[in-house]
C-alpha cells in the first residue's frame, strides 16, 4: 500500500478481485447490456451476485433489488449500465453504501459532446468524494480468468479461455473483436480491462495490478493516448527491472499523425509531433511498441511459454528451399545473426541426414523429410552452444507427416532452455500439427516473415532487460538565477524572450557560448566585435523576427570594423525589406565559431509527458530532414547516447570519407544539461539551440544561436 500511495496509484483489486457483485441496470430483456452482464456473472463467478432493478423481483433466477440501499450484504463492485443521467445519482448511494471500486459501462459522457463532459466531470467529482475507483465510463467491463475468480463483468458473448495473456484496451469495441479472434488462434487470456474514457481508473492503475498479478505474463496495452506519461515510464522501469517478476509490455499506440504545429514555433515544436514523443517515451520505459492487433498477439505467444534468447545467434531448419531463403531474407532485416553449427553438431548430422541435405544455415532437411529428419536437425541444434535460438519452417508434402513432426519438436522443447518458433506453412494440411504446437506452448505461424518477427522481438525484449539502469547526471548550475530572469524578462507575443537573455539562460546551465555583446548603433557593434576579436557574425535582435536568417537578418564571417559597419545597416534594411512591421531592438555581434558539424538540440513540454528533449543533425534544412531523435526527461547517459546514435546520418558524427570523427562526448554533455534545464525550469515552454558546431574530437562544441519560449502569464 506504501507503493501504491507513493506512485499515486490506485488500489484496483476489487475491480478484478471481488467478493461480491451488484449489477445496476440488470435486465430481464434478451439482447440488452444489463442481461448481458448479468448472464455472464452468473456463469462460473465464484462470489455473490446481486441484480439491481426496482420493476422485478428476480432476473435469471436471482432475487433482484430496487437499489443497491436494500442490499444488506457488503459489495466490492458495482457495475453499472443505465441511463448516463441517472449516474451520479446511483454513485452516491454506492458512496454512501461504501463500494470500493464501480465499471460504468453507460456511454453518453464526454465522448458525446460539452454537455457529456460536464456530466462525466460530475460523476468523476463524486467518486473522489468517496474514494471509489471507478472504470470507465463507456466501456466493455471488465474480465478476469483466474479460476478462483473467474469474473465476466462484460457485455462479451462468452468467456475468453484461462491463459497468461492481459489484454488492457482503451477501446471496448476492439474487445469484442479481439475476443473473437484469440478463440480461433487458442489463445488464453488472464485479464480483459476495457478502460473507456478513463475517467478515473487508467493504464497506470491496471499496469500496476498486472505487475503483481501472479497469473499474467505478458501484458498487451491497446492506448489512444496516455494519462500520466511520467507515471507510465515509471512503472513501466520498475516491471523491468523486477528480476523475479518482469513481464513484457507491448503496446499498441493509435494516432500516428503528428500533430498540427503552431503557425509560429521553434523548430523543435514543429518536429516534436505526438508519435514521435510516444515513440521516445516507449524507448525510455522498456516497452515493445508494434504496428497491428496479430502483431501484438503474435508476439505474446512467443513470450508466454518460450525461453528467452540468449543472444540474436539462429539457425533455420526447413524442408523447402523457397521459405528457408524468405526466413533468412527476414533474420537478416530483423538483425538476427543466422550462425554456422560447429564441427561436431555437422558431424552428427551428416550420420543422420541425407547426402543431398544442406547442412549451411539455413539447414534444409530435404522435401521428402519426415518426423526423423526434423528430430535429428533440431536435437543436434539444440545441442550445439554456437546457437541461441531456433526457427523451424514446414510445408506440407505428400510424405510429410504433419502431427508427428509437431510431437517431435514439442518433445524435444522440454528441458530446453533456447526458444523455438515455427512457421507451418498452409491451411487444412497443417491445422492438426499446429494445434498440436500450439496448445503445448510452441508458437506456430502461417509464413515464415511472422515467426522471424516473433524471435527478432524477444531479442530485442532482451538487449532492453540488459540495458543498464539510467542513472540521470546532476549539475552543479546557477538555477536561482535563471528562475528569477524567466519571471522577469519581457516577451514578445509568443512568448520568446530575448537573444540575450535566451544566451544567460544557457550559460547558467554550463552549456557552451561564444563571446557575444549587445549593440543599439553600429559604433556599439565594431566596439563589442574589437573586444572579443575577428571574425565576427551581426544577428538581428527582434521580436517579430521569428527566423533571422530568412529575413536577411544575419551576417556572417566579418573580418573588420568596415565589413561590421556595412553589415549593420543592411540588416536593418533588410529585415524592414521582408518585414515591414518588425521592431528591430539591437543587433547581437558574436564571435565566429571554427568549423564542425551543425546539429540541433531543444525542448518541447508536452502536456501529458512533459519536457521531451531532441536531438539531430541541425541548420537551415533540419525541417526538411527531419533527421531527429527524442526524448523525455530526465535523459541519462545512456538516453544521451542512445537519441545520437539513432539518427540516420550517425555515421558522419563518427567521421567519412577521411573526416576526423567529431566531439559525441561535448553532445552527450550538452544533452545532459539541457534536460537538467527543462527539468528544473517548469517555465520553458520551447527552446532550440541551432545549431550546435561540434568540433573534432576533444575539442568540445559551441552554441551558435538558440531561442527559447516561455509560458504567458
Known sequence: MNELNELNIKDITSVLEPKSVAVIGASRKEGTVGYAILNNLLGKFKGKVFPINPNADSILGVKSYPSIKDIEDYIDLAVIAIKAELIPDTL???????IKSVVIISAGFK?????GLELERQVIKIAKQYNISMVGPNCLGVINTDPNVYLNAAFTKEMPATGSIAFVSQSGALCTGVLDYIKTQHIGLSKVVSLGNKADVNENDVLYYLWKDSQTKVILLYLEDLADGKKFLEISRKILSDE???????VLKSGRTPAGAKAVASHTGSLAGSDEVYNALFKQAGVLRVESIKELFDYAIGFVDQPLPKSNRTVIITNAGGPGIMATDACVNHGLNLVQIDTESRLKLQQKLPPHASLNNPID???????????????GVLNDRNVDGVIVLLTPQSMTDVENIAEIIVKLSKNNNKPIITSFLGGPDVAKGKEILITNGIPCYTFPEESVSVLSIMNEYVKIINTPKPQVKTFNVNKNY??????????????????????????????PTLSWGIAKTAKEAVEIANKIGYPVALKVVSPDVVHKTDAGGVRLNLKNDEEVKTSFESIFKSVKEHIPE???????VEKMANKGREIILGIKRDKKLGPVIMFGLGGIYVEVLKDVSFRVAPVSEYDAISMIKEIKTYKLL????????????????????????????????ELDINPLIVCEKGKGAVVVDTRIAIKLN
Open 654 to 685: 563518427e567521421g567519412v570519407r577521411g573526416e576526423k570523427p567529431y566531439d559525441i562526448e561535448a553532445i552527450i554533455e550538452c544533452i545532459q544539461r539541457l534536460s537538467q534545464l527543462a527539468i528544473e525550469q517548469e517555465k520553458i515552454e
Open 111 to 115: 465522448e458525446t459532446g460539452e454537455k
Open 92 to 98: 452516491h448511494q454506492c458512496g454512501e453504501k461504501k
Open 244 to 250: 523475479k517478476n518482469r513481464k513484457p509490455i507491448l
Open 482 to 511: 535563471v528562475t528569477e530572469l524567466l519571471n522577469k524578462v519581457k516577451t514578445n507575443k509568443y512568448g520568446f524572450i530575448p537573444d540575450d537573455a535566451a544566451f544567460k539562460v544557457l550559460e547558467a546551465y554550463g552549456l
Open 365 to 379: 532437411v530435404i522435401g521428402d523429410a519426415q518426423h526423423d529428419r526434423y528430430e535429428a536437425a533440431l536435437e
Open 582 to 588: 518588425a521592431v528591430i531592438e539591437a543587433i547581437m
